[in-house]
């Protein structure tokens, strides 16, 4: 598993453990639901630190607690 996929699914997974909607997280982020959708559906593969940061907001929950998941400490180099 890459970053861009372990983003993806710690996203999808914190919405579910919280109850919320896609939507739901673009409007209390403030990120563009088109941003949200773009991240989660493979057109924006890098997300800038300030949308996961606004994200992680609306999920309430620091970016320190965002990547302190097994999927981010299994992670291994990538070479592009």
Not at 36 to 52: D, E
Not at 72 to 80: H, M, R, S, V
């Amino acid at each position: 598993m890459g970053v861009y996929e372990a983003v993806k699914e710690r996203i999808m997974e914190l919405c579910e453990r919280k109850k919320i909607t896609i939507n739901r997280l673009a409007t209390d982020s403030g990120v563009a639901r088109s941003s949200v959708k773009n991240v989660l559906y493979g057109k924006s593969k890098n997300p800038g630190i300030v949308t996961l940061k606004m994200l992680c907001d609306g999920l309430n929950v620091s970016l320190v607690e965002f990547f302190d998941c097994p999927l981010f400490a299994e992670l291994e180099q990538e070479l592009y």
